[in-house]
């Protein structure tokens, strides 16, 4: 849809992409940094000041100890964290559950190393999870539980009482929990992120993936993170330095910078802007005759695309594209097979003018 988008010079709702500004911190100390001659490999786990700066901020946010000298691993990204964590954690024939609608990535990385995607349906219209679901989708061969919140594409942020329930299926069958947390900061309505390893005796056999992509807007920076107990860490590290040696030298001081300097102030803001940005495409997208869920978290918004032409998601979503020169994203790349033609997915994540045109757009459908 980006290329199909970038050709007819639409507006590009599909990728996650996130073209807000980069914070002036961030940017200034990565250009300086690079004049500095920080260019060179780094440690393969990553500069010791970001590895603190990230082992502080996971004790300020949510009160989790790691120690940044064996904790942390500065990854090319939180999909080179999963990527490390799958090589070092999964063997081939395992499985991994996962929640429906998924996230692409997620699913095709498992598959990649020959681990089954097992999926737990989460149940419409709030996504919520069905306990018992989970519990029948535990097998033998069940070596962990992948989960996203706030989550991509549904906006789901799970609720402590889903999060506890995860953590005891873990417990009760000795699981990994592997927590996709990229939107951390991006919630709304007064919804809170719980950071799953958090909960009781789940620190040890859970790996923490973020990263700087949407916080900072540098998703091309390729820049993110996992925490995790040492004993599990040494092994990631070693398949991230096989992949990628070192995440960007330079960058690292950029993002180090942003953790150490943004203020409190900046992660509230961040949040507000995005409420904001939310409000006007769910008008949009009403106007426009779809009914849109109404995302917690995250910045997607899946859409219900009653009366737009086409018999399958991506169809519709190509009608819409010719009609409008607007992108979203086909629902069926979140679901299993013949699930998801209904929906499309639209990212809200982008500078105001283009959201308001993209709107304006929506409105004439
Ligand atoms: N996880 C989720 C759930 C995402 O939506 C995305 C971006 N689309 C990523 C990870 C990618 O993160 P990164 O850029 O840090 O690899």
Redesign the pocket.
Known sequence: MTTECDRIGGINLAQ?VCDTPTPAPVEAEAIAAIRAGYNIYTRLDGITRLREAIAKKQQRNYGLQYDPETEVLVAC???AGLHAAAMALLNPHDEVLLFEPF?G?HVSTLKSMRVKPVLVPLAEPDWALDVDALHAAITPRTRAILL?TPA?PSGKVFSRREIEAIADACREHDLFLFT?E?YEYFVYDGAEHICPATLEGMRERTIVLS?F?KTFSV?GWRL?YATADAKWMAAMAYFHDLTYVCAPSALQHGAAAGLEQLPPAFYTQLAADHHTKREKILAALRDAGMEPSVPAGAYYVLAKTTGLKGKTAAEKARYLLATTGVAAVAGSAFFRHGRGEDLLRFCFAKRDADLDEACARLRRL
Do not use: K, L
């Open positions: 996650g990204g939180a999909t996230y990535y996203n991509n996709d990229i990263g992509s998703t993110g």
